[in-house]
């Protein structure tokens, strides 16, 4: 991250919310949270309604299925012991109480290909801020529910749960919360169903594996209170916050989660993820973005309830002066590539309700990152259109193809059917809370860059198909063009050059 006028960072304690439908967490266990409802009835809202996880976990079996082997919370270590002993594809049930690992750093479970660990009613293992890993290894098709897993000190970027990133992994109706690091990692075709990922020190899920993932469900699960260890201040521009991040994901079906109340962004995917579908989800309340799509390719995004997201870090960067329109959702150097295979060859923003957050989406390019370049802050990677990034460099980057391969192109975004609401007195903002934008910085850097002057931002703003149409828009709502010093208002956007927003309604107030 860290590039010039955007720090998706620094976030301070997390604002206070009033709304009743938006309680912040208070960090215990037991909290009682309000059940987001979806959208309000307006006219094309979702239907999107998610269950409280996290305050009503679906409960495991009573007791033992049949040649299950049962795992004592009163022996210390008894479930490594007996994963260690059992043959693969065992299944242990685990009995009601606090089981714990032997009390050293790197005790953990190591699970066998196709083990089953399931939770009776009330059963928690407890890392006691000495185990690092709950469940580790590289065994394939494990399957981990209906257990709470709690305080234990992942190191940063990594996870508690499959801290291996192994492959297949089925997560469900599990508490996974108050640990350092990330709740759990992710591997391919992982399933991560009904969970409350809460608490967490850094994420609550991290999708990463070197060799990259393919075929990710994350679906009705509650993601809060992620990122307790606020590591934007401990790590300036690290990048590394908020409920989940996904990295070099291809395919994934996030829906139907509750993603509230984290620090920093809700969702976050960034570097070569391809072909998402973001749908059916409740994203609010999150103190940055509710979902950032940076450097990838390929997504649906539809039928999400956005609400109330940005308040504090988007108050923070208008405190301080800083014009570049911080957004809810925010695509960055992320577009439509029919190159690179998936179910859409456009990113898709459909049939969404963003309701009251500050600003909205701001579709970004910045000119001076690009593959081989110093300001690629995924320092290392490159384009999925370019095999060999050693021929990103003088004198061939400044030709075709590599002069359009070379770098991730904000293209071929298509902003239809939404509904976007701004009541500037729910929200509490005087300035710089109402935008839309679609923009570049000036080229400047590095010496040899093919791409200085302006004309990425002309080439975001008009040559590169983004388009925004047929939308519903209630409140003062102003856009920014080209770069962060042009701000219009509608009838300049929907007027040429610009032409956007055809076949869209403007409503002055907020309830209209």
């Known amino acids: 991250m860290g590039i010039k006028w955007r720090h998706w960072a620094l976030p301070a304690a997390s604002l206070a919310l009033v709304l009743p439908a938006v309680a912040g967490c208070t960090g215990t266990p037991d909290d009682a949270r ?28 009573a007791k033992a299925p049949a040649g299950a082997v049962t795992v004592d919370p009163a022996v210390v270590g008894d479930l490594a012991a007996k994963t260690e002993s059992s043959p693969a594809h065992t299944t242990f049930w685990l009995r009601p109480g606090k089981h714990r690992l032997a ?11 196709g083990n089953r660990y399931l939770g009776a009613p009330g059963a928690v293992l407890d890392g006691r801020r000495t185990s690092q890993y709950a469940f580790g290894g590289s065994a394939r098709d494990v399957t981990v529910r209906h257990l709470t897993v709690q305080h234990f000190v992942a190191p940063h970027d990594e996870g508690v749960v499959n801290s291996g990133s192994a492959d297949g992994w089925v997560i469900e109706h599990t508490r996974i919360q108050y640990n350092s690091g990330a709740g759990m990692m992710a591997g391919n075709r992982q399933r991560v169903r009904g969970n409350c990922l809460r608490g967490n020190g850094q994420y609550g899920l991290n999708a990463y594996k070197s060799t990259g993932i393919g075929g990710l469900l994350v679906e009705g699960n509650e993601i809060t209170d992620n990122n307790r260890d606020d590591w934007e201040r401990r790590k300036p521009g690290c990048g590394c916050t908020g409920g989940a991040k996904f990295w070099a994901v291809d395919g994934a079906d996030v829906r139907g989660n509750w ?39 390929n997504a649906v995004i539809r039928n999400n309830m956005i609400r109330r997201n940005n308040w504090v870090e988007g108050r923070r960067s208008a405190e301080r002066g800083d ?33 009251n957050n500050w600003n909205g989406i701001t579709l970004w390019e910045n000119a001076d990152r690009f593959c081989n370049s110093p300001a690629n802050t995924s320092s290392g990677d490159c384009t999925l259109l370019v095999e060999d990034t050693d021929r990103c460099a003088q004198p061939a980057i400044a030709t075709a193809p590599l002069h359009a391969d070379c770098r991730w192109k904000t293209q071929r975004v298509d902003i239809h059917d939404n509904r976007f609401v701004l009541d500037k007195s729910v929200v509490g903002c005087t300035v710089r809370c109402d935008r839309m934008a679609v923009l570049a910085n000036y080229g400047t850097y590095p010496d040899w860059s093919p791409y200085k002057g302006d004309r990425v931002a002309e080439a975001i703003t008009l040559e590169q198909h983004n388009r925004w149409h047929d939308n519903v828009y209630a409140g003062p709502w102003s856009f920014v063009v080209h770069d962060p010093s042009r701000v219009i208002d509608p009838g300049q956007w929907q007027a040429a050059p610009y032409r956007q927003d055809e076949g869209s309604t403007f409503r002055p107030r907020a309830g209209d």
């Open 259 to 297: 993603v509230h109340d984290n620090r920093g962004p809700g969702l976050w995917a960034d570097t070569n993820n391809n072909d998402f579908r973001i749908e059916d989800n409740v994203l609010e309340a999150n103190d940055g973005a509710a979902l950032i799509y940076e450097i990838s390719y």
């Open 323 to 355: 014009t570049f329109p911080y957004a809810t959702v925010y695509l960055s150097e992320a577009g439509g590539e029919p190159r690179v295979r998936a179910r859409t060859d456009k990113i898709d923003v459909h049939r969404n309700v963003l309701e």
């Open 34 to 61: 309000p059940e987001p409802t979806g959208a309000p009835s307006a006219s094309g809202a979702p239907s999107t309604a998610v269950a409280r996880v996290c305050a009503k976990p679906a409960p495991g079996p």
């Open 103 to 113: 009390p050293e750093r790197y005790a953990q479970v190591v699970p066998k290909e």
